[in-house]
Structures are given as structure tokens and as C-alpha cells.
């Protein structure tokens, strides 16, 4: 036997990670970004189950409107990310780096309610130490912002070097971004 070969499974395990858009190492980024917040959600809730008055007067603190607005703020930028690439494999490249700018400012506007938001509890004397529904609020929303940053660098980045592959490994981290804010949302603001 050629252990050169790959066999039927490994053949096909390697075709599914061939056609994976962008760099398989954005990938491994994304899966293990996805199971950070899924444990600072998943202990955001087993917390939650020991104070759940508590965590339902907090929560009532929060600015839902804002964060709806801002899932809808950022599912639109996922949706111009994507317009992007699309752009791009078609060979426009001056559209597809508007569609890039166009989620970027998105994603700044994003960052700028976040930012009324947490001036907002502020105000109120509420910080990161006030209880444990904050400190997980402010953990893992400022972690999500920073994320978001993170995201605006890397569509600036790309809209410069522009190639597709570049392009779809920045808007699939973009696109990650987005998830985790659309899990964040319900479990940390509206869930009760």
C-alpha cells in the first residue's frame, strides 16, 4: 500500500477543508473564538442560575433598543461584507472595496452606541465590580468590541490588499463577529 495515497475519508475530509473560503489558520481562529464566548456564555449562565433576581433586575438596566439596533447595525455590515467578496469574484474591484468601507463604517457605528451604552452605566455609578451580571456584561461585551475593532482593521487591510482569498478570510472572521454578537444579544440582554 502507497502511504502516499489518501484513502477515501482523508481524501475527502481534505476536499472539505480545500474549499473552505479564506486560510484554514482564520478558520482555526474562528473555532477557537467561537468556543471562548461560548464558555464565557455557557458560565454567564450557570451564574445566573444562582441569582436569577439579581441578574433579571440588572438586566433591566440595559439599554435593549441599543443593542437591537445594533444587531441590526452589524447583520447589515455581515451583509455588505459579503456583497464584498461577491464584488470581488466578479473582478470589481472599486465596488468591492466600497461594499468593505461601507461595513467597516457599520462596524464603527457599532462601537459608537456600545460606547453611549457603557457611558450610560456609567452615569449610573454601574462598572465591571458592581455585581456579577455586570462584570460578565462588560467582559464579554468589551471582549465583542474588541473583536469588532479587530474586524474594522482587517476590512481596511483587505480593501487595500484586495485579493479574494484575503478577502474572504477577513469577512469570514467579520461574519464571526456578527455571530457571536447575534448569540450575545438574546442570552445577555432579552432572555429572562
Given at each position: 500500500m502507497n502511504h502516499g495515497?489518501?484513502?477515501?475519508?482523508?481524501?475527502?475530509?481534505?476536499?472539505?477543508?480545500?474549499?473552505?473560503?479564506?486560510?484554514?489558520?482564520?478558520?482555526?481562529?474562528?473555532?477557537?473564538?467561537?468556543?471562548?464566548?461560548?464558555?464565557?456564555?455557557?458560565?454567564?449562565?450557570?451564574?445566573?442560575?444562582?441569582?436569577?433576581?439579581?441578574?433579571?433586575?440588572?438586566?433591566?438596566?440595559?439599554?435593549?433598543?441599543?443593542?437591537a439596533v445594533n444587531t441590526l447595525v452589524l447583520v447589515t455590515s455581515g451583509l455588505c461584507a459579503a456583497a464584498a467578496v461577491r464584488a470581488r469574484e466578479a473582478g470589481s474591484r472599486n465596488v468591492a472595496r466600497r461594499w468593505l468601507f461601507v461595513a467597516g463604517g457599520l462596524g464603527i457605528v457599532f462601537l459608537v452606541i456600545k460606547g453611549f451604552e457603557y457611558a450610560s452605566k456609567a452615569s449610573l455609578g454601574i462598572g465591571i465590580d458592581t455585581n456579577p451580571f455586570f462584570m460578565f456584561y462588560f467582559l464579554i461585551t468589551g471582549f465583542h468590541a474588541l473583536?469588532?475593532?479587530?474586524?474594522?482593521?482587517?476590512?481596511?487591510?483587505?480593501?487595500?490588499a484586495d485579493s479574494v482569498r484575503n478577502m474572504e478570510a477577513a469577512v469570514a472572521f467579520w461574519h464571526l463577529v456578527d455571530l457571536v454578537w447575534v448569540l450575545l444579544f438574546p442570552i445577555v440582554y432579552v432572555l429572562r
Open positions: 495515497t489518501r484513502t477515501g475519508p482523508q481524501r475527502a475530509s481534505s476536499d472539505v477543508l480545500s474549499e473552505l473560503p479564506g486560510e484554514l489558520m482564520m478558520w482555526v481562529l474562528i473555532a477557537s473564538e467561537i468556543l471562548v464566548f461560548g464558555a464565557a456564555l455557557m458560565a454567564f449562565l450557570a451564574v445566573r442560575v444562582s441569582d436569577p433576581a439579581g441578574f433579571a433586575a440588572s438586566q433591566a438596566l440595559l439599554d435593549q433598543t441599543a443593542a473583536h469588532v475593532v479587530a474586524g474594522v482593521v482587517l476590512l481596511a487591510v483587505v480593501a487595500w
